[in-house]
């Protein structure tokens, strides 16, 4: 019993919540207006899941052999202006069974927790819309803004794992819509790392990095969990 799951974190976009993609749409429209032509599948092949501006970063460089910091940063600036524009605008839901899953962990006694590659300020523009309250809804936020090091590093269920005095890996599980997601719940010990077909990547995306289970849903996850006994 020593290793029964004590904790459970979600990435937002994608996993547990419904945007359509707007994060990574932006992204793209922002890289192009600084002059380039690349797709929406481009974007999210090298972008899913990672803090934004290492998203810009790593696209430019795979697809258009910029490595321009500058250029980056200008293209990141305009970015965060026309998500907060976006953002304001744009009706934004919860993925399905969401909300039913998180009450049926807390009927568990296991902590949800929501981790993103956004800004926490963007992050908590996307609760406040769902009307999710910490400690009812969900139990924590971590942001890439909290930690040095993103995704795939573990830093962020490392720093979660610490908030609630978790110390083995094993008493935690990951879910996320993209690759990354998926690397990060590897590097952090964690007892599974599932991905979801909801978001980012595709399955054929997320099987790459052999993940323990894909889901198509997130009310699938309830029968996982009680298997870890």
């Known amino acids: 019993m020593g290793n029964k799951i004590k904790m459970v974190v979600f990435d937002m976009a994608g996993t547990t919540v419904d945007e359509n993609n707007v994060v990574y749409k932006t992204v793209q429209k922002a890289i192009n207006e600084a002059g380039f032509n690349l797709t929406l599948d481009q974007v999210l092949a090298q972008g899913a899941g990672k803090e934004k501006l290492q998203a810009i970063k790593d696209v430019l460089s795979t697809y258009a052999g910029s490595n321009d910091e500058t250029l980056a940063k200008h293209i990141y600036d305009n970015f965060i202006a026309q998500l907060a524009e976006a953002y304001g605008t744009l009706e934004i839901l919860p993925q399905p069974?969401?909300?039913?899953?998180?009450?049926?962990?807390?009927?568990?006694?296991?902590?949800?927790?929501?981790?993103?590659g956004y800004n926490r300020q963007t992050a908590q523009t996307i609760i406040d819309k769902l009307?999710?309250?910490?400690?009812?809804?969900?139990?924590?936020?971590?942001?890439a803004t909290e930690v040095a090091k993103n995704r795939p590093n573990p830093d962020m269920i490392l720093y979660a794992m610490k908030h609630f005095g978790i110390v083995d890996g094993k008493q935690v599980v990951k879910v996320g819509d993209s690759a990354i997601d998926i690397e990060e719940g590897k590097n952090a010990g964690c007892a599974l790392s599932i991905g979801i077909t909801t978001g980012a990547h595709t399955r054929e995306q997320l099987q790459s990095v052999n993940p323990d289970f894909i889901i198509n849903d997130l009310a699938e996850l309830v029968a996982i969990i009680d298997a870890q006994k």
């Open 97 to 116: 069974n969401a909300r039913e899953l998180f009450v049926a962990l807390h009927e568990r006694n296991i902590l949800a927790v929501l981790n993103t």
């Open 131 to 143: 009307g999710w309250e910490k400690g009812l809804d969900f139990d924590e936020l971590v942001t």
